[in-house]
């Protein structure tokens, strides 16, 4: 069995009406209430980062004001739950604290800021970081054996794990994952697990190609993969599948709310698919695209995300307009041969 990718899913939310005073916290048994935590500031508007990795150092670029801070980060992979990013490297994962995440609560949201930080290393042996339940993430090695991260503890600068139960023995080879509301969705050898309120549902591929990244606009309930030279769609609330043609896909991307999908092709031109799997618009955005090494592509609520490692640049895309590029991010110093984002 190859090795697998560290992937980690997001912290679970806690839903309430409305915000409570600061007399009447309910948080759910989660010590840092509305998602603050000491030395945050809370602003009006999403703090969206991007974290860009050339192998060993990451850089930490604000969004809003453009500044950049670069930190050390051993990584062949790099991944994000929306604050915390894991960089892992022979069986050990760097983390950092991005500095800026969102909270939801109930039909608002918090957001908050801080300065990002390196909080150090910890060894889980084989493992690939995949998803969460409650406060902690959870790490799964080849063998379906899990240990969990803290989260809570990760948020006081702190990393603590333990080991904890084997993963739905029907999830064999798990290579992807994503965290949804309460749903924690995991790319397995024969089809997608989904797992919510302590049941499991295997959803079986469209055809003989599997997963191996799952794409989603964070939070959405509709999820991309690339299945061969296919790109699928699965509909978490109706369990089903939908599939499109697109040419070479290296990447795609469910943007959910009858936004239709992003997919990256392997001749580095990025394509805008309708629900229905008609084009709606494209773009050429990479020259030469490394398929040993794809470029990343994701997406917020507004905007999207594509490294372009050889011109160190990563490409903003405006795609509820054609697709257009509405800046050109330089990363400086630090070549993006890996990418995420954070502050969702």
Same mark, same amino acid.
């Given at each position: 069995?190859?090795?697998?990718?560290?992937?980690?899913?997001?912290?679970?939310?806690?839903?309430?009406?409305?915000?409570?005073?600061?007399?009447?916290?309910?948080?759910?048994?989660?010590?840092?209430?509305?998602?603050?935590?000491?030395?945050?500031?809370?602003?009006?508007?999403?703090?969206?980062?991007?974290?860009?990795?050339?192998?060993?150092?990451?850089?930490?670029?604000?969004?809003?004001?453009?500044?950049?801070?670069?930190?050390?980060?051993?990584?062949?992979?790099?991944?994000?739950?929306?604050?915390?990013?894991?960089?892992?490297?022979?069986?050990?994962?760097?983390?950092?604290?991005?500095?800026?995440?969102?909270?939801?609560?109930?039909?608002?949201?918090?957001?908050?800021?801080?300065?990002?930080?390196?909080?150090?290393?910890?060894?889980?042996?084989?493992?690939?970081?995949?998803?969460?339940?409650?406060?902690?993430?959870?790490?799964?090695?080849?063998?379906?054996?899990?240990?969990?991260?803290?989260?809570?503890? !990760?948020?006081?600068?702190?990393?603590?794990?333990?080991?904890?139960?084997?993963?739905?023995?029907?999830?064999?080879?798990?290579?992807?994952?994503?965290?949804?509301?309460?749903?924690?969705?995991?790319?397995?050898?024969?089809?997608?697990?989904?797992?919510?309120?302590?049941?499991?549902?295997?959803?079986?591929?469209?055809?003989?190609?599997?997963?191996?990244?799952?794409?989603?606009?964070?939070?959405?309930?509709?999820?991309?993969?690339?299945?061969?030279?296919?790109?699928?769609?699965?509909?978490?609330?109706?369990?089903?599948?939908?599939?499109?043609?697109?040419?070479?896909?290296?990447?795609?991307?469910?943007?959910?709310?009858?936004?239709?999908? !992003?997919?990256?092709?392997?001749?580095?031109? !990025?394509?805008?698919?309708?629900?229905?799997?008609?084009?709606?618009?494209?773009?050429?955005?990479?020259?030469?695209?490394?398929?040993?090494?794809?470029?990343?592509?994701?997406?917020?609520?507004?905007?999207?995300?594509?490294?372009?490692?050889?011109?160190?640049?990563?490409?903003?895309?405006?795609?509820?307009?054609?697709?257009?590029?509405?800046?050109?991010?330089?990363?400086?110093?630090?070549?993006?041969?890996?990418?995420?984002?954070?502050?969702?």
């Amino acid at each position: 069995m190859r090795p697998l990718r560290p992937l980690l899913a997001v912290t679970s939310i806690v839903l309430v009406a409305a915000c409570s005073s600061s007399g009447d916290d309910d948080t759910a048994g989660d010590q840092h209430g509305h998602g603050h935590v000491e030395g945050a500031v809370e602003e009006a508007e999403a703090q969206h980062r991007l974290v860009v990795a050339d192998g060993e150092r990451a850089s930490v670029i604000d969004l809003l004001d453009g500044s950049a801070e670069t930190f050390d980060l051993p990584a062949d992979s790099v991944q994000t739950d929306g604050r915390f990013v894991f960089g892992s490297k022979d069986g050990t994962a760097t983390v950092l604290d991005a500095g800026s995440w969102t909270w939801p609560h109930g039909d608002h949201n918090h957001y908050y800021r801080q300065d990002a930080a390196q909080l150090g290393d910890t060894e889980l042996a084989d493992g690939t970081i995949v998803g969460a339940f409650g406060s902690d993430t959870l790490a799964i090695d080849a063998d379906g054996a899990v240990t969990t991260v803290d989260r809570d503890a !990760l948020e006081d600068g702190e990393l603590t794990t333990a080991a904890d139960d084997d993963i739905d023995s029907s999830c064999d080879d798990p290579d992807g994952a994503v965290r949804t509301g309460e749903q924690l969705v995991i790319a397995c050898a024969d089809g997608v697990l989904v797992t919510e309120d302590g049941e499991n549902d295997l959803v079986p591929y469209p055809g003989e190609e599997r997963a191996r990244e799952l794409g989603q606009r964070p939070r959405a309930t509709e999820l991309a993969a690339v299945l061969g030279d296919e790109v699928a769609v699965l509909d978490l609330g109706g369990r089903t599948w939908t599939t499109m043609e697109s040419p070479s896909p290296l990447a795609a991307v469910a943007l959910g709310a009858d936004l239709g999908v !992003l997919v990256l092709g392997e001749d580095g031109t !990025l394509r805008h698919y309708d629900a229905t799997g008609e084009q709606v618009a494209e773009r050429p955005l990479l020259e030469n695209p490394d398929l040993e090494n794809p470029p990343s592509l994701v997406a917020d609520t507004s905007r999207a995300y594509v490294n372009d490692a050889e011109a160190s640049v990563v490409h903003e895309i405006d795609y509820a307009d054609s697709l257009r590029i509405a800046r050109g991010i330089q990363t400086g110093d630090v070549t993006p041969l890996h990418l995420v984002e954070t502050g969702w």
